[in-house]
């Protein structure tokens, strides 16, 4: 099974797994069933959840919403640390999680858009490093495992910056590796050379624990958030979630 999804994630367009992958998951859904770990996101109940990943991770995506342990942890942070399900919020999605559209769509406080330049699941097409909106135009920013991918990080955070409201605020979740310094050559467009420096095929830079400071370059507030440290070992493990991961969270600067 782990070499399985393995190669379908390092080799099947990510457009085409996005459509194909609900119905796959049903049957293993069925196949799953037990109650020793729940989704928050879509709350149910499975004896595990799948393995997932490049080198795949066990227990790690819901059959039923496809989150992952980020994504499942992303919702947690927005119930309970935030206003987001409650006030009425313009909110920009890039590269949206199949987990929370639907999801964040039935929200009737939401004025809810998402975008992305290839992605079948986004309904505007948008290129992060020059976005057709004006200034001040939302109140919340999602954009998670994209920096990795585009051509100017950078660039595309001050795009952010420019969008959000003077009280906005986002999440800029990225893969951030045990590494001073973010890996970085434009030169090598190889993809096999770029699985071998930055973890993927697809991928253009590997992030280190500069993060945070780089994507400050932009004019962006980042705080590093440790939600998860908040919560109880007992939920961690029931929800599988990950537990050292960081929530950078974003909020307008100059």
């Given at each position: ?10 080799y099947i367009p990510r457009p085409l797994l996005q459509r194909v992958s609900p ?64 006030t009425p919020l313009r909110v920009l999605h890039v590269a949206p999680e199949h ?156």
């Amino acid at each position: 099974m782990k070499s399985i999804i393995s190669f379908v994630i390092r080799y099947i367009p990510r457009p085409l797994l996005q459509r194909v992958s609900p119905l796959v998951m049903k049957v293993f859904a069925k196949m799953n069933s037990g109650k020793d770990v729940t989704c928050p996101v879509c709350d149910h109940s499975y004896k595990k959840f799948l393995p997932y990943g490049r080198i795949a991770r066990a227990n790690a995506l819901c059959p039923n919403c496809l989150s992952l342990e980020r994504h499942r942890l992303m919702w947690l942070f927005l119930k309970e640390k935030t206003d987001f399900f409650t006030t009425p919020l313009r909110v920009l999605h890039v590269a949206p999680e199949h987990c929370f559209i639907e999801r964040f769509e039935s929200l009737k406080n939401l004025d809810y858009i998402t975008a992305d330049i290839e992605s079948p699941l986004a309904k505007v097409k948008m290129d992060v490093h020059d976005i057709p909106f004006p200034e001040n135009s939302f109140d919340v920013v999602f954009c998670n495992h994209v920096l990795e991918h585009v051509e100017d990080d950078i660039k595309a955070c001050v795009e952010f910056n420019r969008v959000l409201k003077p009280s906005g605020w986002g999440i800029l979740q990225s893969p951030v590796y045990p590494i001073e310094k973010t890996l970085e050559d434009k030169k090598v467009t190889d993809p096999a050379e770029r699985e071998r420096m930055f973890g993927q095929r697809d991928h253009v830079r590997k992030f280190g624990k500069d993060y945070a400071d780089r994507l400050r370059k932009s004019g962006l507030l980042i705080e590093e958030n440790h939600f998860v440290k908040e919560i109880s070992s007992a939920i961690v493990k029931q929800n599988a979630l990950p537990p050292e991961e960081v929530i950078f969270v974003c909020k307008k600067g100059n």
